[in-house]
């Protein structure tokens, strides 16, 4: 029986309350295609377009108002390689077919000559250390990174075959092997209308109009791309997600939003072939108006706001709902201290309290579904880390008023960066500082080589054939990072079982401290949100932050005596308790009025996830296939590659295997 | 009737005052209350509690403040070198008519360093550690000396002679440092290296 709610879906997707499971089960689905996803990021919009382009009827349920996961937020750097067309255009020194791309090749023929096989052993093999002095390829799947790097050069072709532009290769992201070049930015061009085909983009939609204000389209302001491109291009994740997201739609993916995927239907608990989903209704109502918000685009959406609706796989589903570094309680099993609450994962606002809440983990250990590279999540310094972003709770990224959940975090923030950490103390809930603060945010390097640009890589003299890239002088010159993050995740005082809460934890500062720096404590970068506060005194500084911040469960008691006590170690000039005379100059706080800002600690990948083999299905704690269920990105385990480049190349290979299942 | 709380709050005190010679501070009263704090009146007492200096709060509050009303007084730093550890205090507010105190007595202590006076210049130029253009509005401290880069990245500091650690920074750029010894004049150049640290972009891609 079809009803009107079916009227809009087309051929792709049918609903069909009286079907069963096909296997004789007196199961009720409420809608069935061929391959059903769960997360539209992009893990999950690749592979629905893939397995849309062999044939496929793709439902795409997505648990936020709007299509594009983390993806839309990031930087779209896409690492991929192993003689993709990518590099092979920039060796030639040619550009795109659309004549975009005229500015000339960043990197040397020597540093794009790849191919699959040095690529795979770039990240499996025991000895290679990456740009921090680490070794976390010997972990690596290499049924899975097999299937991934042979992987790569067709991903970067279907990539750009829906409406993806890349700009020069310009070194290579983390995790993803550095001896090549290997990783290139999404871009469009400023225009005078947004249009995806066209490969344009307003100033506005860009964010590039207006310094202090963003767009639907990209949350987060793109980026000046001339370097890579030509004069007029910008790039961030937007121009890679939304140009997905417009193929998708084009071909007749469809989506249901506000729906956050729950649980596998398996023919029996452990047993037999995963036959669907359920999922339930995740309604987000805009934080101004109260109002349901809506996705940018609306062609392809299937509206539906029952709480709970089965949809039936007629292939297989693809778990691609992200990974769990949103959801406390899964984390602590690989840091306790992340237990705490305050400390959010990269992306909140955007994606809302059911983001990266590891969904697919929980599902799939329901129906037997084994794991892999727990363990990895604590194999990057990048991991967990404290952002040099201030005052507002998201501090991963910066967003400004414009963008519909602008209001989910009130402020943009203010981005101090490491040097900026020698204008405060950094105390802890109770008001003590924890920590040498100029010390306190750092961490390795950055993981662009051979592209430069990020100390202690820049200007080295790189041997293309030497892949163990890391001479033993950088080593110790990365391990001289601190640990402040684990300082700031310490047990704090005030706090007790069984929590042992670690935060929150504050920059104190002055009037002088903010004319100094020049940093702009108004809105939208701070705002009264409970995650900046201003005083007359210390004393009242230390009870509105109590009185008005989530995750203060103590008073500020210490904060009076800390301040006079730090005033002293700056007259005397020496810091006894954390040197840090040493590192930086010290500034008294004296001059009203006095300023607190929130420090953050973010947890941003999530490494550990399912087991899948190299065909992305997801593999049972036997070593078995379960039958219909493939998964891809972050809800999968065993690779320890930062970014884009991973998932766009699993779901690549999910949709592709996906479609050639048999239907049911 | 309620007790208002008070709080004081000093600043604006020089890093160093030479020997004997006079200079200014500031000094707010804060009402937890927010109400107006009224003619009170300031007392500044060395570290013998002798009073050494006093003042009136006004009736306009500090800039950025929402109550911190303020007297600026003068005062002399010590004839000897040293650090000196000085309170600035306002006494209980009582009712006229009725004798009930309205506001506590407050105090704040703050310090004085004494020093000679200096006999060295020490000309500081920041430049960009890669392009080499000056660096204006950079922080320079020798401890307890500090200044600013002027437009064309030069700073003027006169210290005096011994032991010396020199901090310059600014802002994105990790501090210069340079330890030494200084017995006459000198002009040391400071080369600032950017804030390394890899952007938003790179980290999320």
Not at chain 1, 122 to 138: C, L
Not at chain 2, 50 to 59: C, Q, Y
């Amino acid at each position: 029986m079809k009803t009107g709610a079916a009227a809009g879906l087309g051929a792709a997707v049918l609903l069909d309350a009286g079907c069963t499971d096909g296997q004789g089960a007196a199961s009720q689905w409420d809608y069935e295609a061929d391959v059903v996803v769960a997360g539209g990021g992009c893990a999950g919009l690749t592979a629905a377009i893939r397995a849309r382009d062999l044939g496929c009827s793709v439902l795409v349920v997505d648990q936020n108002f709007d299509l594009g996961g983390r993806m839309l937020h990031s930087g779209s750097f896409v690492s991929l390689g192993g003689g993709d067309p990518l590099q092979l255009r920039d060796i030639k020194g040619h550009g795109d077919k659309e004549g975009f791309v005229t500015s000339p090749p960043v990197e040397s023929p020597e540093e794009l000559d790849d191919s699959v096989d040095l690529l795979f052993t770039d990240i499996t093999d025991w000895s290679i250390v990456n740009h921090r002095g680490e070794t976390p390829y010997r972990y690596n799947e290499r049924e899975l990174v097999r299937a991934w790097a042979e992987n790569c050069p067709p991903t970067r072709q279907f990539l750009m075959d829906n409406y993806v532009r890349f700009g020069r290769i310009n070194g290579t992201h983390e995790g993803g092997g550095m001896s090549r070049a290997r990783g290139a930015v999404c871009f469009l061009m400023l225009g005078d209308k947004t249009d995806i085909k066209a490969g344009t983009v307003t100033k506005e939609d860009a964010g590039v109009a207006d310094p202090e204000r963003t767009s639907q389209f990209a949350p987060v302001q793109m980026n000046i791309a001339s370097r890579f491109v030509q004069q007029g291009a910008v790039s961030n994740g937007a121009a890679l997600a939304r140009s997905l997201e417009f193929s998708a739609r084009e071909k007749g993916v469809q989506f249901m939003l506000f729906r956050k995927f729950t649980d596998l239907v398996r023919e029996q608990p452990f047993a037999g072939r995963i036959v669907g989903i359920e999922a339930k209704y995740s309604p987000r109502m805009h934080p101004e108006t109260g109002e349901l918000m809506r996705s940018l685009w609306q062609n392809g959406n299937v509206d539906e706001t029952r709480d709970t609706i089965r949809v039936r796989a007629r292939k297989a589903v693809i778990l691609a709902s992200g990974g769990h570094s949103g959801n406390p309680q899964v984390r602590s099993m690989f840091y306790p201290a992340m237990r705490e609450p305050a400390f959010p994962t990269s992306g909140l606002s955007l994606q809302g309290p059911n983001g990266q809440d590891a969904s697919a983990l929980i599902a799939g250990l329901k129906v037997g579904a084994n794991l892999a590279g727990m363990q990895q999540n604590l194999g990057s310094a990048a991991t967990f880390h404290l952002s040099t972003r201030l005052g507002t709770r998201d501090a991963y990224t910066d967003m400004m008023p414009g963008h519909p959940t602008f209001g989910f975090r009130g402020s943009a923030g203010v981005n101090v960066g490491t040097a900026g950490f020698e204008e405060f103390i950094a105390v802890n809930q109770v008001g003590k500082r924890f920590f040498n603060e100029v010390r306190l945010p750092r961490r390795g390097g950055g993981g662009q080589y051979p592209g430069g640009g990020v100390a202690p890589h820049a200007g080295i003299e790189h041997k293309p054939t030497d892949w163990r890239n890391c001479r033993s002088e950088w080593i110790k010159q990365m391990y001289t990072y601190d640990h402040g993050c684990d300082a700031a995740l310490a047990i704090n005082e005030g706090s007790t079982a069984p929590h042992y809460y670690s935060g929150p934890l504050w920059a104190i500062l002055d009037q002088d401290a903010v004319e100094r720096a020049k940093w702009e404590l108004r809105f939208p970068y701070v705002a009264d949100n409970g995650y900046y506060f201003k005083a007359d005194t210390i004393e009242e500084l230390a009870a509105k932050i109590e009185k008005g911040h989530e995750f203060q469960r103590v008073p500020l008691k210490h904060l009076a005596d800390t301040v006079a006590k730090w005033n002293g170690y700056v007259d005397a000039g020496k810091d006894p308790d954390f040197e840090r005379e040493n590192d930086a100059p010290m500034h008294r706080i004296a001059r009203p009025p006095f300023h607190a800002l929130s420090i953050m600690v973010i947890w941003h990948d999530s490494y550990g996830g399912l087991r899948v083999n190299g065909k992305h299905q997801v593999v049972d704690m036997r070593g078995e296939v379960i039958p219909g269920l493939y998964a891809g990105g972050e809800a999968v385990g065993g690779f320890q590659k930062h970014g884009l480049g991973k998932g766009h190349v699993h779901g690549f290979i999910a949709g592709t295997n996906a479609a050639a299942e048999p239907a049911t | 009737m309620e007790v208002h709380a008070t709080r004081v709050v000093v600043w604006d005190v020089p890093a160093a005052i030479e020997c004997g010679v006079p200079f200014r501070v500031k000094v707010g009263v804060k009402c937890a209350a927010e109400c107006g704090a009224g003619p009170r009146h300031v007392e500044i007492r060395d570290e013998h509690g002798d009073a050494i200096g006093s003042g009136v709060v006004g009736d306009v509050p500090s800039p950025g403040t929402s109550a911190l009303y303020f007297a600026e007084i003068e005062l002399r730093a010590p004839k000897a070198e040293g650090v000196y550890a000085w309170e600035a205090a306002v006494a209980d507010v009582f009712d006229v008519a009725t004798g009930n105190a309205t506001h506590t007595a407050a105090s704040a202590r703050f310090r004085v360093r004494a020093a000679r006076v200096p006999e060295c210049l020490l000309k500081v130029v920041a430049v960009d550690a890669r392009s080499r253009a000056p660096v204006p509005g950079a922080k320079v401290v020798v401890h307890p000396y500090h200044a600013l880069t002027n437009a064309d990245g030069i700073a003027e500091l006169r210290v005096p002679k011994g032991a010396y650690r020199l901090f310059v920074s600014g802002r994105d750029r990790f501090p210069f440092r340079s330890d030494g010894e200084i017995d006459a004049d000198v002009t040391i150049q400071a080369e600032l290296d950017e804030d390394f640290g890899p952007s938003d972009a790179e980290l999320w891609s």
